[in-house]
């Protein structure tokens, strides 16, 4: 759980038993000889057998090995006499049976049990009845399993102290089932399927001191009779359907000191009471829709304040961002309007008042004296005048976003003192004058965006000092003067773009790894196409429209073996245009000398379409959460390379591959066909032939095998050569590919088999004949989908993302969903690829420059922009741009626009969701453009661009079934 109230699948779920912490720390045990009364040496003795017996070794506990079962791994002895066991713990050790829980309740001394992380579903009722008996017992934790059913009915307990079921898939309403618990300071019933009002008999004598129910489905209004649990110091509802206001009653719990209401679809105003709880340091009321204005005092006591994404109104208190203990500010995403105040709190790190109707000019005087800001986003609001130099001196600054604003004058020289700056968004302002040469000794910079301004000069040579910079974004400005010969040793950067200034010259030799995209259209150059282009190999936009290019088209463009996109449009080209790969979308319209004697490979639609395909992805970057004590983590990022298709014929190469060395294989299917028919020999000669490629993604080569028995399977190839994958760690790569191998789900693609080489894992897979969903929404495949096979296939996917979001000890995650990633054994029947990537690919050992995946463009979540890690959210963002995909006929980018930004943008007016939809589908029938409307309110809610506001994957599904 992040500071905001966000909550991850990549953050570890905390435990805040404070309270009884000091009680059970892991403290070493004497290695003494057992002390242990006879009754528990034999309970412990049959307690290890049982788990043998049932978890096949799993658990480590041997008493032949060790006849002590204090010294066993997991189990705590009392000390120092080890006379009583207090504490069991058998955390993830993948258990499924939960038969040995009533054997743990002989244990009458018992304090702690923890079987968190494994694959229970049941509590058996006998655990309940007997363990219940037990006065010592503190804490119960259960979290992380697959435990189904209502809630147990607590019968006893009367120690029981901390109770912890979160990440389950308990459901039902909670009643009495806690009624009896005298003891109950601690409950944690996050990510579950409960439903009804939030509970309120929450232990006997009511003293309760943590509620976490966040990710559930209560509803109806925060109940009163939580008042009545005057010890609460934690309130988590974040991520539930609640409704109506925040009671000002809530002043009343005078030791809350955590209280998140994130995510709900509360209203009305935020209380003023919330400034009487002196202990209250940390409260988020994010993504609701509270819709007043903002009272003054509320942050009297708070460090941490977040009311984003609200549609809060009026002006900000003047004494808001003033408080002195007020460490993070979270105003984005509402409605505000009038000036930002001038006092700052001197302890404030960061600071978000983007997408607001702010006006009047940046405060300079409280900005320069504040040693402490961090983060500062003033984005997209109706700010005036200049930028304040005093901005310089907040040394420890290392995200300023001032886009889309209505600043003018010149850069200040002074942001070059910025020595922390690792982010610069400028862009969509007024700014003119040059490019401060300051700019270019900022050591730490990872992105610049100073876009679409009226800044003019020359590109300052000295640019090629930001070895650090990964995103160069200077287009739509006034730059004049040839591109420093200096930018080739850029070695970090991965995205330029020069588009529309008045450049000219000779293009230089760009940095190697740029991999996003090169943008050069609209500029002043001509000449030949420099041949200095061919060393872009990882490229994959390439934008030269607009300039006066000469010649014909250089034969090294068709070989860049990454690029998805090229437009020369609007040059002088002449000649015959070469045949590009059909995953090649080329634009050279508008070059009356070209001679077209070959079909382009471009998709029908996209044929039509004679405007530039200006490269405008925006690289996802920056900063992770400010902790309560300031500590800060920057993460620059880069994208992952989308999927692309490639035909038979077009793939020749002149020399034969060496037939790769087994080192080791293994089949992991059961399915006695795939077992006869797979031949690992056979196989090394399919993916040493060129021929048999049919499909590219990132980090993975597709070969269709046909085995000697007529079956055909794909190959795929997981590259060594980068260092992502596990290189010489080929066991442990084994032992990952085992897990995945048992996965068993009809819209997932498993392996089946597996051959390690010494640079290469190659991973057998059924084969899917009709290719990727991307190809069959365009036709492609030579297939029209009508909309019963488009809904099929979401509902396929929903499936599989909803059964890898299940497994369990922890969720499998997909780095890049979308619709190149899903593949179609039929037109109806999707497979989710590369489900293993997240377990396999290790990003921090590419001697490249990636250093995160983001998915691919088009289909990476916002909030990623700030905390890059993988999450469940993010995933089913993607699934809903997936489905937006189904819905529209159009692909995820389209000419520089996200269809996700467009449909959103187009869908606030009921009455014109219909155009969103593809009219050649939903006009079939009014029962088809009915369920097609359904669709797009689920589809709209998972491309929220607030994470905790988007659905769960099985709530997902259990919508897109009910739009039948």
Request: aromatic letters at 6%; charged letters at 15%.
């Amino acid at each position: 759980m992040s500071s905001y109230g966000r909550q991850t699948t990549s953050l570890v779920l905390y435990f805040n038993f404070h309270f009884f912490l000091s009680l059970f720390c892991y403290l070493p045990v004497p290695v003494v000889l057992s002390a242990l009364s006879s009754n528990q040496q034999a309970t412990m003795i049959d307690l290890s057998n049982s788990l043998n017996t049932s978890a096949g070794g799993a658990v480590p506990w041997d008493v032949n090995k060790e006849p002590n079962p204090c010294s066993w791994k997991g189990v705590e002895c009392n000390s120092p006499t080890n006379s009583s066991v207090i504490r069991i713990s058998l955390s993830e050790h993948s258990l499924s049976s939960s038969d040995f829980l009533p054997l743990v309740c002989r244990i009458e001394s018992l304090q702690v049990l923890d079987v968190s992380g494994n694959r229970l579903t049941t509590i058996p009722p006998g655990f309940i009845s007997a363990c219940g008996k037990l006065g010592k017992l503190k804490l119960l934790n259960f979290s992380l399993n697959n435990l189904v059913g209502p809630l147990p009915d607590f019968v006893g307990f009367l120690g029981l102290e901390a109770l912890d079921f979160a990440r389950n898939n308990l459901s039902g309403s909670i009643g009495s089932e806690l009624d009896g618990l005298v003891k109950l300071r601690s409950l944690n019933l996050t990510f579950n399927h409960f439903a009804g009002h939030v509970p309120t008999r929450l232990g006997k004598f009511k003293v309760l001191e943590e509620l976490e129910l966040s990710v559930n489905t209560f509803d109806g209004p925060i109940p009163a009779e939580l008042v009545g649990y005057k010890n609460l110091t934690l309130i988590d509802l974040s991520g539930n359907r609640l409704t109506g206001s925040i009671p000002a009653w809530i002043g009343e719990l005078s030791k809350l000191e955590v209280l998140i209401l994130s995510a709900n679809n509360l209203s009305g105003g935020i209380p003023q009471s919330i400034s009487d709880i002196t202990s209250l340091w940390r409260f988020a009321a994010n993504s609701n829709d509270f819709n007043e204005t903002i009272p003054g005092g509320i942050t009297k006591h708070l460090k941490n304040l977040d009311l984003s994404y609200n549609k809060l109104n009026g002006s900000i208190p003047s004494d808001l961002l003033s408080e002195r203990n007020l460490q993070t500010l979270d105003l984005s995403n509402n409605r505000l309007e009038g000036p930002v105040p001038e006092a700052l709190s001197p302890s404030l790190v960061r600071l978000r008042l983007g997408s607001n109707s702010l006006d009047g000019k940046i405060p300079s005087a409280a900005i320069a004296t504040h040693g402490n800001l961090t983060y500062l986003e003033m984005e997209n609001n109706n700010l005036t005048g200049s930028i304040p130099p005093e901005l310089g001196d907040c040394r420890k600054l290392a995200l300023l976003n001032l886009a889309q604003n209505q600043l003018s004058g010149a850069l200040p020289a002074k942001l070059g003192d910025l020595s922390s700056l690792e982010v610069l968004k400028l862009q969509l302002n007024n700014l003119s004058g040059g490019i401060p040469i300051q700019f270019t000794r900022l050591p730490k910079l990872s992105i610049l965006n100073i876009s679409r301004n009226s800044l003019n000069g020359s590109i300052p040579p000295s640019v090629s000092n930001m070895q650090s910079l990964i995103n160069m974004n200077l287009q739509g400005n006034k730059l004049s003067g040839s591109i420093p010969v200096g930018i080739a040793s850029m070695n970090s950067l991965m995205e330029l773009q020069l588009g529309e200034n008045q450049l000219s010259g000779d293009i230089p030799r760009m940095p190697m790894n740029l991999q996003i995209a090169l943008n050069l259209s609209s500029n002043h150059f001509q000449g030949l196409i420099p041949e200095t282009l061919s060393s872009l190999g990882g490229l994959e936009i390439l934008d030269l429209s607009n300039n006066k290019f000469s010649g014909e088209i250089p034969d090294f463009l068709t070989k860049l073996g990454t690029l998805t996109q090229l437009s020369l449009s609007n040059n002088e080209l002449s000649g015959e245009i070469p045949k590009f790969p059909s995953w090649v979308m080329v634009d050279t319209s508008g070059n009356k000398a070209l001679i077209n004697r070959t079909t382009i490979n471009t998709p029908p639609q996209l044929e039509k379409k004679k405007k530039s395909y200006a490269a405008t992805i925006v690289l996802a970057v920056v900063a992770a959460a400010v902790v309560a004590f300031g500590a800060i983590t920057i993460v620059a990022v880069s994208i992952s390379r989308q999927n692309y298709r490639v035909n038979d014929e077009q793939v020749q190469t002149e020399e034969e591959l060496a037939v790769p060395e087994v080192l080791q294989g293994n089949l992991l299917t059961a399915n006695g066909i795939h077992r006869s028919n797979i031949d690992f020999t056979r196989a090394m000669e399919v993916v040493s032939d060129q021929s048999n490629f049919v499909l590219k993604t990132r980090f993975s080569t597709y070969y269709k095998a046909i085995m000697p028995s007529g079956a055909s399977y794909f190959v795929k190839k997981l590259n060594w050569s980068d260092k992502i994958f596990q290189l010489g760690s080929h066991d442990r790569v084994a032992r990952d590919l085992e897990v995945f191998g048992k996965l068993s789900n009809s819209n997932v693609m498993n392996p089946l088999a597996y051959v390690l080489t010494s640079d290469s894992a190659y991973l057998f897979y059924e084969f899917a004949p009709k290719g990727t969903l991307f190809d069959a929404l365009r036709g492609i495949s030579g297939d029209d989908m009508d909309w019963g096979s488009r809904y099929s296939i979401a509902v396929g996917v929903a499936q599989g993302l909803s059964f890898l979001h299940g497994c369990t000890p922890s969720p499998i995650l997909l780095l890049d969903l979308s619709s190149k990633s899903i593949l179609l054994k039929s037109l109806k029947e999707p497979l989710i690829a590369e489900a293993e990537l997240l377990k396999v690919i290790d990003p921090s050992k590419s001697t490249g420059s990636l250093s995160t995946i983001a998915g691919s463009v088009g289909y990476i979540p916002p909030e990623y922009a700030y905390t890059m890690v993988v999450t469940m959210a993010g995933n089913i963002y993607s699934f809903g741009v997936v489905l937006l995909e189904l819905l529209t006929g159009k692909p995820a980018v389209s000419e520089g626009i996200e269809l996700a930004k467009w449909v959103l943008s187009n869908s606030a007016q009921q009455d014109k969701r219909d155009h969103i939809l593809d009219y050649s589908i939903s006009r079939t029938s009014t029962a088809v453009r009915n369920q097609m409307l359904a669709v797009l309110k689920i589809a709209l809610a998972c491309v929220s661009v607030s994470p905790e506001a988007r659905p769960r994957m099985k709530s997902v599904l259990t919508r897109l079934l009910n739009a039948r």
